[in-house]
């Protein structure tokens, strides 16, 4: 492999855009879409990058160490599949599947393929949240209790009609679109959840999939994650807050329509009362891109499981899919051809 790894997106939406301008100059080759002006809009901007239609060239590419699939939902597990079978690293974008056994399919491929595959979970990547996982190993919170979470943006006209009502391409609604970023996160911080709880429901929008979902998720030793997504919320927003016996930290924003990003520290004090606060903002950009795209390059050259990898994707899916079954929402069961 060469000393610099070179890319190829599949898929120049919005979020391949965002992958792109992560890369280095000269590592992108290729900019993959089925809408030739979407690629060419890409490639136009990155020296030594090509726009194809085909992501087979792509894969056919020697010289491709890694493919970032960033295409919509129902695509993602069966190009991130090709892409491992033809010996590519392989960086996708969350959920990664439309199921949890299509990525079961993909783990066992990647396995055998001896290739690493980490996804999109960009979140984890933002100032704020490595401030408080920074916190939280240092042992400035004392041992978790529980943490609380609640992420959600309005729609707009037509919302209704996008492909994210379409299970076919999406999967599931709220729930499986930002939902997934709080349970990624809330495992990042307490653990795995055996014990699932919750609802979807559809309150407003007028689709087969869900627009809201309340979520209660346990540790096996009792810390619970409360978790709320909505695209009902109408003004956007990023609340995360994880109480500790001996301090809590409250995480709002995300920059942009979500406001600033902040990281506040409460320490609780000996004779308790008001906490003694700690304030950091973060008015610069949104960095979670490169620096979600440098972990996935020492994944590769360390050859290290990722993290989160197919693991955690697929025990996310598989509480979602808990979620949707208990509300009465089909999942979605399109298979993954091993």
Known sequence: MAESIQFAIIGCGLIGRKRAAALAPGQLLYACDLDPARANSIAAAYTGCSAV???????????????????????????????????????????????????????????????????????????????????????????????????????????????????????????????????????????????????????????PVDDNAFLSLRTATGQTAWLHVSCTEWKNLFSFEIYGRDAKIALDGLGGSYGPERCTFYKMLPQMGPPETTVWDYPAGDESWRLEVAAFEEDIRLQRVPQPGLREGIRILEIVETIYRSSGYPVTETPLVP
């Open 53 to 207: 239609s085909d992501f087979q060239i792509v894969l056919a590419d020697s010289k491709v160490d890694a493919v970032i699939v960033a295409t919509l939902n129902g695509s993602l597990a069966p190009l991130a599949l090709a892409a491992v079978r033809a010996g590519k690293h392989v960086l996708m974008e969350k959920p990664g599947g439309l199921n949890a056994g299509q990525l079961r399919v993909l783990a066992a491929a990647a396995a055998a393929g001896q290739v690493q595959v980490r996804l999109g979970y960009n979140h984890r990547f933002h100032p704020s949240l490595q401030k408080a996982r920074a916190l939280i190993d240092s042992g400035a919170l004392g041992p978790l209790m529980f943490l609380r979470g609640r992420y959600g943006h309005g729609g707009r006209i037509g919302y209704e009609q996008e492909w994210r009502a379409d299970p076919k391409l999406s999967g599931g609604g709220e729930l499986i679109d930002q939902g997934v970023h709080l349970i990624d996160l809330a495992g990042w911080f307490l653990g795995d959840f055996p014990e699932v709880s919750g609802h979807a429901t559809t309150s407003f929008w007028a689709m």
